[in-house]
């Protein structure tokens, strides 16, 4: 299942596997984040720069961290099987903003997945085909975004959603992670100036507007894809919930 945009897109996936041994009632989540030259020429394929491995720090503490997924809803059979959850984030056209709409793709990706169901018979794991039953929506249990705010004028103007050249101006840069209830479940100043702790808390509420607003969106366009799908009579909607 794929998650376009004018700049990435997001491939969901699933695998039934082995657990982790410290952790036997839970399945697997990972976030892999990919920057190639498909995205900017300033980036090599295949070696891992300081972007990249920052992006990719703060997927993992906006999104599976904050347990978005519930993992345990993931576990087969103890010890022995459980769903194991990819999403791979891949950059086609970077122009800015590359954390906030990364995180916009993975989360819609979660929401909009269906995995294989699955039973356990006879201490064997089956798991059933789309045209034997019907797939399973994943559990997300809240819906965290990021949103990156980018300093100038010492501090005394800020913008959201910057562009490449508005970042590369800018003299500092500050991300929030919340969810619509306004936890926060990430905040963190990567590079550039000092940033007043006023900053953040000014844009606290600029950032739960935001977060609001593209949740909003994204589960517009997920009822649209939902209605759509159901009249085409190709799938049917589970009954389980994820709304939270």
């Known amino acids: 299942m794929l998650i376009s945009a004018y700049s990435l897109i997001v ?3 699933s695998e039934v596997t082995k657990p982790h041994d410290d952790r036997p ?5 990972t976030i892999a984040l990919e920057l190639t030259a498909m995205g900017s ?3 090599e394929n295949g ?3 300081d972007l990249e491995t920052y992006v990719s720090n703060v997927l993992d503490r906006v999104i599976r961290h904050s347990n978005a997924l519930d993992t345990e809803s993931l576990c087969v059979l103890k010890g022995v099987s459980c769903w194991n959850v990819r999403a791979d984030v891949h950059i086609t056209n970077y122009d800015g903003n590359l954390i906030d709409a990364a995180c916009i793709g993975v989360m819609a990706g979660l929401q909009h997945f269906r995995r294989p169901d699955a ?3 006879d201490g064997q794991v089956i798991v059933y085909g789309v045209d034997e039953r019907v ?4 559990n997300i249990t809240h819906k965290p975004l990021s949103v990156t705010f980018h300093t100038f004028d010492e501090g005394k103007r800020v913008i959201v ?3 490449r050249k508005e970042e590369q101006a800018s003299e500092a840069d500050v991300v929030m992670g919340l969810n619509n209830a306004g936890d926060v479940c990430y905040l963190s100043k990567f590079s550039g100036s000092p940033v007043s702790a006023m900053v953040f808390v000014n844009k ?3 950032a739960l507007e935001k977060v609001k607003e593209i949740n909003g969106i994204i589960d517009k366009a997920l009822q649209a894809d939902l209605a759509k799908r159901a009249k085409g009579g190709l799938i049917e909607e589970s009954r389980a919930t994820n709304d939270r």
Not at 25 to 29: E, L, P, T
Not at 135 to 138: E, F, I, K, N, S
């Open 47 to 49: 070696r891992q720069g």
């Open 41 to 43: 020429p300033a980036w």
């Open 204 to 206: 606290s509420s600029v």
């Open 25 to 29: 009632f839970d399945g697997i989540f």
């Open 119 to 121: 039973v356990v018979k």
């Open 11 to 13: 491939r969901i996936s």
């Open 161 to 163: 959603d910057a562009t």
């Open 135 to 138: 797939p399973v929506a994943l």
